[in-house]
């Protein structure tokens, strides 16, 4: 069983071993979350942190690389050049797209998995979003001017590329936290979504998408249950349109197959692995390491994440566990465990008075974990991403 350590204590064990990766998510991590992701900020100082350590590092985020809304054009505009990045190799190496948009430092990209149709498609469904969503709103909030609707459709709608997104944040905040409006719109962004996965059937898509919720509490019949908002927090604020077989887990070992790759010449999963004909548990994810990586291959991972989930479902008396960044990380936990390596599990509280989340207070993680959840978190940063970028920052002055 893992067991709480202090911030020093997590830097050593990563500096006594050579063969190190550590695997971040983003948004909640190092960027602050804000209703408006467009309004998203990334340090400056933390960009040029994660350069020092090279290949020992690696995104694994729901967010993208590319476009208006990627985390490249933060990176370039806290740097406050759009050269400076590609010359320097600044950019954040790894995984993006939930497991289908692949960059290096210097922003060189890969598409693994994804083909022509599909793409075109989600070029569409920013569009599909924005005509629905105006028409649910017009129902839905009558009183609104055109000129406020445009604005929370705008917000709303998130155009990125390979994971189109729904994010209700300031629609949420505009009703002023009445929660029982909050669930109705939460009906309204899910049956917006549905109706896109629809769509995408009738053109013979069928088997190419799926929709994730965030956060989520874990799968019923292959579906994410989505988290109704309470009087202590939002629950479900995204919903994002993403291809099948893009989930977190799936991605750490793209990731490890291209880190290991690098280091021996050689791809443990074949060179064509992607995260759509890799295994679909966590079981048969480990089972692949074990065949195809050594020991002495394996890396001491590193998982960083802020979105997990944990609530009592009192109907059958069982915890409904979910969220983006659970599957990865409880991988990372489990793959320490198998092969006899200290991974860390690191849980950033992200909940700021922007968005609401859970997060933990002291022992308390109502929300988050309990006492009967497998995952276990080596490490708990209080106080957010200046707290994280702050402890990064003395793990980066190592390297």
Not at 249 to 277: D, Q
Request: include cysteine; hydrophobic fraction near 35%.
């Amino acid at each position: 069983m893992n067991v709480l350590k202090t911030k020093e204590e997590i830097i050593k064990t990563i500096l006594n071993e050579e063969n190190i990766l550590i695997v971040q998510d983003l948004d909640g991590v190092c960027i602050p979350l804000v209703q408006d992701p467009l309004k998203r900020k990334i340090d400056k100082e933390y960009v040029e942190d994660v350069s020092k350590l090279r290949d020992k590092f690696s995104v694994l985020t729901c967010g993208e690389h590319e476009g208006r809304r990627g985390v490249n054009r933060l990176v370039e505009k806290a740097l406050n050049s759009t050269t400076k990045a590609k010359e320097n190799g600044f950019y954040l190496p790894g995984l993006a797209a939930c497991g289908v948009e692949f960059q290096d430092r210097f922003s060189n990209s890969s598409y693994p998995g994804l083909n022509d149709n599909e793409i075109n498609f989600l070029g569409k469904v920013p569009k599909m979003m924005r005509l629905m969503l105006t028409k649910e709103l017009k129902k839905f909030l009558p009183n609104l001017s055109n000129e406020v609707r445009t604005k929370l459709v705008d917000v709303a709608v998130c155009d990125t590329r390979f994971t189109p997104t729904l994010n209700f944040n300031e629609i949420f905040s505009y009703v002023k936290y009445d929660f029982n409006k909050v669930k109705d719109l939460q009906l309204i962004m899910e049956k917006i979504m549905n109706n896109l996965l629809e769509d995408s059937k009738s053109i013979g898509l069928e088997n190419s998408f799926h929709l994730h919720l965030m956060p989520n509490l874990g799968l019923r019949n292959g579906r994410e249950i989505m988290k109704y908002a309470t009087q202590n927090e939002f629950g479900t604020t995204d919903i994002q349109f993403i291809i099948n077989g893009a989930i977190k887990e799936a991605g750490l070992l793209l990731i490890l197959n291209k880190y290991i790759s690098e280091k021996t010449g050689v791809y443990p999963f074949g060179a064509n692995f992607n995260v759509r004909n890799a295994p679909k548990t966590l079981d048969k994810l480990i089972d692949l390491c074990r065949n195809k990586i050594p020991r002495d291959q394996m890396p001491l991972l590193i998982g960083i994440g802020d979105t997990v989930t944990s609530v009592k479902d009192d109907q059958t008396n069982s915890w409904l566990r979910g969220g983006s960044d659970r599957g990865f990380l409880t991988l990372i936990q489990r793959l320490g465990e198998s092969y006899k390596k200290e991974n860390q599990v690191i849980f950033v509280n992200s909940c700021n008075d922007q968005v609401s989340r859970p997060r933990v207070n002291g022992t308390d993680m109502q929300g988050i974990s309990d006492a009967n959840d497998d995952l276990k978190f080596n490490l708990i940063i209080n106080d957010g991403p200046k707290e994280y970028i702050k402890w990064f920052k003395q793990l980066a002055s190592k390297f």
